[in-house]
């Protein structure tokens, strides 16, 4: 779950996030997200919508190399349903969207099919220190004139993270996002490809392979076009992860 909540308007997205184990180290990945939110119309007017996200499959591939070293990688596909969404629920869209800093845009693209390789790596040192890796190059492809050209991003970001040995941690996460085929929607120069963003968080992983698992932070954009997000309407969302391993 993501909140945004800014001046002018909130918005929240939820996403019901799953992973299948189907033959030995490979993965099945499915999501299906939604949002709703309001933004002000006027001194004491709002309008408020709620909108289905758009549903992604994929599969993934992940394995030690040694001890402390685990890669993965694999890829998804994001199926269009926001189609002629309106005024109002366009703006909704477009505000969940964004409310990861540039990352995972296709939750909430309008006419957009998303093919997104990625992979990543896992580094475990002292048995407290975890380092996280991961790079998705995703590839939106519109499926109507509406929607503009085939636009490509780089994603990347990294977490660094300290967990005691009964689950309990925190960590930063610092990632980056470079359009290499257009221009941020949002942003007041058209020449900024370019989003940076924070976050600071708290998660408790269960110690066993089995159990639940919940992490907590806030993801603060750095820069233009959606930060510094501690300036008004900036992005500044609070974000929380809750599910369990079987």
Known sequence: MDLWPAQDFFV??????GQ?????HVMLDFGLPFAFGSYDTGPRTSEGSATLGNPWVGAHYGANV???????????????????????????????????????????????LTI??????????????????FLGLPLYIPTSRRAGDTQF????????????????????????????TDTFVYGRNPRDR????????????PVDRSGFFVRAGALIALDEPLGPGFDQDKLATFTASLGGKF
């Open 66 to 112: 040694t001890r402390g070293v685990a890669l993965w990688g694999g890829g998804t596909i994001t199926f269009p349903t926001i189609i002629r969404p309106g005024l109002i629920r366009g703006i909704i869209a477009g505000l969940a969207a964004a409310d990861r800093a540039g990352f995972d845009v296709d939750r909430f693209a309008i006419e957009d």
């Open 116 to 133: 997104r390789p990625r992979g990543g790596i896992e580094v475990r040192a002292a048995d407290i220190f975890y380092y996280r890796g």
């Open 20 to 24: 299948v184990e189907v033959v030995d």
């Open 194 to 205: 370019f989003q940076a963003a924070i976050e600071p968080y708290f998660v408790y992983e």
């Open 153 to 180: 991003l780089i994603e990347q970001g990294n977490d660094f993270e300290l967990r005691a040995l009964m689950g309990l941690g925190g960590g930063i996460r610092l990632q980056f996002v470079a359009i290499a």
């Open 12 to 17: 929240t997205s939820i996403a019901f996030v």
